[in-house]
């Protein structure tokens, strides 16, 4: 079973991706300073659930799973 993401986290994760394709990679630590410079997000765990999924979005995309 994968994990469970809220649908906000899923909602702009996906807003991100379409807006800014270029800026995010497969690494989650550099996913995580950009997510913090273009959204403005109170928490950190927020933070990282974004970059987190961005950053699992990017893997599936690449591996040719996901189609955006």
């Known amino acids: 079973m994968g994990t469970v993401r ?3 986290i ?3 994760a996906y807003k991100l991706i379409k807006e800014y394709p270029e800026l995010w990679t497969t690494d989650f630590e550099h996913n995580k300073m ?3 410079k273009v ?3 109170k928490s950190k765990e927020y ?3 974004i970059a ?3 950053t699992r ?3 599936r995309e690449q591996r040719g799973t996901l189609v955006l």
């Open 6 to 8: 809220e649908r906000t």
């Open 10 to 12: 899923k909602r702009i």
């Open 34 to 36: 950009l997510v913090a």
């Open 39 to 41: 959204v403005d997000v």
């Open 47 to 49: 933070r990282n659930r």
């Open 52 to 54: 987190g999924y961005l």
């Open 57 to 59: 979005l990017k893997i």
